[in-house]
């Protein structure tokens, strides 16, 4: 473990220690958790436009056009040459069925407000 000397102004340090006090942990801990939750919330979560997104779904829609249909010894080959990795040992078929279904009713979801749209 690394120790840090880190110089705060006094409004700050007293309002961590009222937010480590209501948390019921140290002023340490509770350091050491925000810090590990802001770099987390950073490193993982971005924000989108939604023009961004449409544009995503343009590029990826003309992407698809420009493929066109694949025949079905097309996909066969393509089937064939594809790397294969082995599951992730936490990954059963119980998991491979739930985030199946959860695609699944993303999908329907999806579709669902597409055609509202």
Do not use: C, W
């Amino acid at each position: 473990m690394s120790r840090l000397t880190l110089r705060l102004p006094e409004t700050l340090h007293q309002q961590l220690t009222n937010l480590a006090e209501g948390e019921g942990v140290s002023l340490n801990q509770y350091i050491v958790y925000a810090l590990t939750r802001q770099v987390t919330l950073s490193y993982f979560v971005s924000s989108v436009t939604e023009e961004e997104i449409q544009q995503q779904k343009l590029s990826f829609n003309s992407l698809l056009e420009e493929l066109g249909k694949a025949s079905s010894s097309e996909i066969t080959t393509a089937l064939a040459e594809r790397e294969m990795t082995p599951p992730e040992k936490d990954l059963d078929s119980s998991t491979v069925a739930l985030l199946q279904q959860k695609i699944k009713n993303a999908t329907e979801a999806s579709s669902k407000i597409d055609s509202d749209a």
